[in-house]
C-alpha cells in the first residue's frame, strides 16, 4: 500500500507564492509517475503537472511558466512551487502517484488565492 499526505496549502493574495508538499510512503516502486491535480468547486480535477522518476516533467497550458514541479526519490516526496498565483488557481489540490496498473491518490490540501 501507498499513503500520500499533502501540505503546504493556504490562502494568498494574487500575485503570491505557495509551495506544496506530498510525502509518499509505503511500499513505493522506484520507478513511477507523480504529479499534481486539482480541483475547484463545481468542476472535475484537472492534470496540473507531472514528473517522471527520471525527471521529466510536463505542464498544463494554464500554469507553464508559473508552477515547477520538482522531486526528492530518496524522500518519496514531490514538491509543487507556485508563483504569481492567480484567483482561478483556487482549487483543491491533489498529489497522485502512478505506475504501470497501480494508482494512489492523496487527500487534498486547500489553495484560495484572493483578488
Known amino acids: 500500500q501507498v499513503h500520500l499526505v499533502e501540505s503546504g496549502g493556504g490562502s494568498v493574495q494574487a500575485g503570491g507564492s505557495l509551495r506544496l508538499s506530498c510525502s509518499a510512503s509505503?511500499?513505493?516502486?522506484?520507478?513511477?509517475?507523480m504529479g499534481w491535480y486539482r480541483q475547484a468547486p463545481g468542476k472535475q480535477r484537472e492534470l496540473v503537472t507531472t514528473i517522471t522518476s527520471s525527471g521529466n516533467t510536463n505542464y498544463a497550458d494554464s500554469v507553464k511558466g508559473r508552477f515547477t514541479i520538482s522531486r526528492d526519490n530518496a524522500k518519496n516526496t514531490v514538491y509543487l512551487q507556485m508563483n504569481s498565483l492567480k484567483p482561478e488557481d483556487t482549487a483543491v489540490y491533489y498529489c497522485n502517484l502512478q505506475y504501470w496498473v497501480h494508482d494512489y491518490w492523496g487527500q487534498g490540501t486547500q489553495v484560495t488565492v484572493s483578488s
Open positions: 509505503g511500499s513505493i516502486f522506484s520507478v513511477n509517475t
